[in-house]
Nanobody
Framework: QVQLVESGGGSVQAGGSVRLSCAVT???????????MGWFRQAPGNEREWVAS???????RYTDSAKGRFTVSKDNVKNILYLQMNSLKPEDTAMYYC?????????????????????WGQGTQVTVS
């Protein structure tokens, strides 16, 4: 069974940096390398929104607010997804979720829709003040 567990969240001052991790279990061998991944976030009172995605070819895409500040990466040996967030702003405060697309849909769509993903983590909170 595939499971995703996020970590690395916390409180940080505006302008600071945080690196989120998403540990993925349930994939054996090199199967994780064949999975597209994404990051989403949800602020209080808002709908969950897409932040970034990465394909099996390690092509990345970002929402406009994340471009130039966030970097998504994927370690296919350790089965971990990362989101490096720099120059954080108070409006980045949210619960951050990782998600897995085992179908390869994200390669075609870029991954901005929740429907592109099958598996989800429980989230990690990032608070920027």
């Amino acid at each position: 069974q595939v499971q995703l567990v996020e970590s690395g969240g916390g409180s940080v001052q505006a302008g600071g940096s945080v690196r989120l991790s998403c540990a993925v279990t349930g994939y054996t061998g090199d199967n994780y390398s064949r999975v597209c991944m994404g990051w989403f976030r949800q602020a209080p009172g808002n709908e969950r929104e897409w932040v970034a995605s990465i394909t099996t070819d390690l092509m990345t895409r970002y929402t406009d607010s994340a471009k130039g500040r966030f970097t998504v990466s994927k370690d296919n040996v350790k089965n971990i997804l990362y989101l490096q967030m720099n120059s954080l702003k108070p409006e980045d405060t949210a619960m951050y979720y990782c998600a897995a697309d085992p179908w390869g849909v994200v390669t075609a769509t870029g991954g901005p829709s929740e429907r592109d993903y099958k598996y989800w983590g429980q989230g990690t909170q990032v608070t920027v003040s």
